[in-house]
């Protein structure tokens, strides 16, 4: 494993995926559930990638639906590292849709922030190597996570506070 670092483009992932009619929810509009198990597994990719071993889903972070996805519409899922700590990375996931009855420009329909952890065979956080961001966009994107990041921390120790009152 790379200790010193590894850029964000070496774990790059693009999935694509055609949207069924099994894939919908009572709108007829895909479900959800389906676009949130899609851009876990890009994560799950691109985690593993990075890490150079498994690594499992710790927390969604945000998840943003912009815009409906519709049965026949192609997704692309974009995932990568944004930033690494000691076991843990923040791995953002842009997804797209080619709308299939048009010939627009793919259209922004998601966003999502998810917290993966690095694991060893026996199921324990292991060390993974810190993102070396190196262009204006990889290096907004590490700093944006960290600021994620404060704010996961500042939410639990807020809530752990709460609790012992």
């Known amino acids: 494993m790379n200790h010193s670092g590894l850029p964000t483009d070496a774990a790059r992932l693009t999935l694509s995926h055609i949207m069924a009619n099994t894939d919908t929810n009572l709108l007829g509009t895909v479900h959800g559930g389906v676009m949130m198990k899609l851009v876990d597994d890009a994560a799950g990719v691109v985690a593993a990638r990075h890490s150079g071993g498994a690594a499992v889903t710790a927390s969604m972070d945000e998840m943003l639906f912009l815009t409906p996805v519709r049965v026949g519409d192609v997704v692309h899922l974009r995932a990568q590292v944004n930033w690494a700590g000691a076991t843990s990375m923040e ?6 849709a080619d709308r299939w009855d048009a010939t627009v420009p793919a259209v922004h329909v998601a966003t999502a922030y998810l ?5 060893d ?3 324990k956080p292991r060390s993974v190597p810190p993102v070396l961001p190196e ?5 907004r994107r590490f700093a944006e996570a960290e600021i994620r990041r404060r704010h996961r921390l500042a939410r639990r120790a807020a809530i752990l506070e709460s609790r012992s009152r």
Not at 91 to 96: L, S, T, W
Not at 115 to 119: F, G, L, Y
Not at 135 to 139: F, I, S
Request: hydrophobic share 40%; no cysteine; charged share 30%.
């Open 135 to 139: 262009t204006p966009e990889e290096k």
């Open 115 to 119: 917290v993966m952890v690095a694991i």
């Open 91 to 96: 791995v953002g996931v842009r997804v797209e």
């Open 121 to 123: 065979s026996d199921g």
